[in-house]
Structures are given as structure tokens and as C-alpha cells.
């Protein structure tokens, strides 16, 4: 069993269903990371609740990447 990483660049995250509720990683495009789960997701902003302080609320336009890790069978 291996992983892959898929890699979502701002023109793919607004709006995009197929993030919401995932675990992902976040980095902002101020170089800050952020790991958590997509609450909720919209065109303007997307919403992360990770394990610690809660939910946080990201602009889109302040997202540089969102990365994700797949486990495959191979």
C-alpha cells in the first residue's frame, strides 16, 4: 500500500466539493501551514477545523496550496 500527495492550487479550491470534509494540509501564501478537515467551503472562503483550537476561516485568495494526502493499493 502506498500514498500519493494531490496538490490544489487557489483556481481549484473555490467552490471545489470533492475538498469538503477531507483532512488536508494548508499553507497560506504568508508560508503558514495548517492541517485539519474542511468543514465548509464556498467561492470566497473555506472553513478548517483542526484537532486543537477549533475552526479557523481562510479567504481563498490567502491560500496558496492545499495539499492532500490518497492511500493507494499500490
Same mark, same amino acid.
Do not use: C, P
Given at each position: 500500500?502506498?500514498?500519493?500527495? *494531490? @496538490?490544489?492550487?487557489?483556481?481549484? @479550491?473555490?467552490?471545489?466539493?470533492? !475538498? !469538503?470534509?477531507?483532512?488536508?494540509? %494548508?499553507?497560506?501564501?504568508?508560508?503558514?501551514?495548517?492541517?485539519?478537515?474542511?468543514?465548509? !467551503? /464556498?467561492? /470566497?472562503? !473555506?472553513? %478548517?477545523? /483542526?484537532?486543537?483550537?477549533?475552526?479557523?476561516?481562510?479567504? @481563498?485568495?490567502? @491560500?496558496?496550496? *492545499?495539499?492532500?494526502?490518497?492511500?493507494? /493499493?499500490?
Amino acid at each position: 500500500m502506498g500514498k500519493r500527495q *494531490i @496538490i490544489y492550487t487557489t483556481k481549484q @479550491i473555490g467552490g471545489s466539493r470533492e !475538498l !469538503l470534509d477531507k483532512e488536508i494540509n %494548508l499553507v497560506t501564501k504568508a508560508q503558514r501551514v495548517w492541517h485539519g478537515r474542511i468543514t465548509a !467551503l /464556498d467561492n /470566497d472562503k !473555506l472553513e %478548517l477545523k /483542526d484537532s486543537r483550537s477549533g475552526k479557523h476561516t481562510f479567504q @481563498i485568495s490567502e @491560500i496558496d496550496k *492545499i495539499y492532500r494526502e490518497v492511500v493507494t /493499493d499500490y
